[in-house]
């Protein structure tokens, strides 16, 4: 079992950057594929990062590529999502999430691929 929990969400103006992390309990973290998806008001939850268990292998949605960038710590139990040049559009409850499967892209840009969740953090950019 692996439960995530985030920080590091809060308030930036555009262009800035936010670093999320996530720890997340559990004996089989280290064997996980680790996720961030976020949801908007309004909107459905969206892909946004993967990486998978060795951190060797990494995956993106392309309305982030080039601006996040996810990592991950086996040893501390812990991933990453450093944001920079954050926009307006990037403001979202964003969510750290383990995958029930290997990692495997693109399954792992599908909410059904996922099989615990994080209580999710705040992220408000504004213009």
């Known amino acids: 079992q692996v439960q995530p929990v985030e920080s590091g969400g809060g308030l930036v103006q555009a262009g800035g950057s936010l670093r999320l992390s996530c720890a997340a309990s559990?004996?089989?973290?280290?064997?996980?594929?680790m996720g961030w998806f976020r949801q908007a008001p309004g909107k459905e939850r969206e892909f946004v990062a993967a990486?998978?268990?060795?951190?060797?292998?990494?995956y993106y949605a392309d309305s982030v590529k080039g601006r996040f960038t996810i990592s991950r710590d086996n040893a501390k139990n812990t991933v990453h999502l450093q944001m920079n040049s954050l926009k307006p559009e990037d403001t979202a409850v964003y969510y750290c999430?383990?995958?029930?499967?290997?990692?495997?892209?693109?399954?792992?840009?599908?909410?059904?691929?996922?099989?615990?969740w994080g209580q999710g953090t705040q992220v408000t950019v504004s213009s």
């Open positions: 999430a383990a995958y029930s499967g290997k990692y495997n892209t693109p399954v792992v840009t599908l909410t059904t691929s996922i099989r615990y």
């Open positions: 990486v998978n268990w060795s951190g060797s292998s990494t």
């Open positions: 559990g004996r089989t973290f280290s064997s996980a594929a």
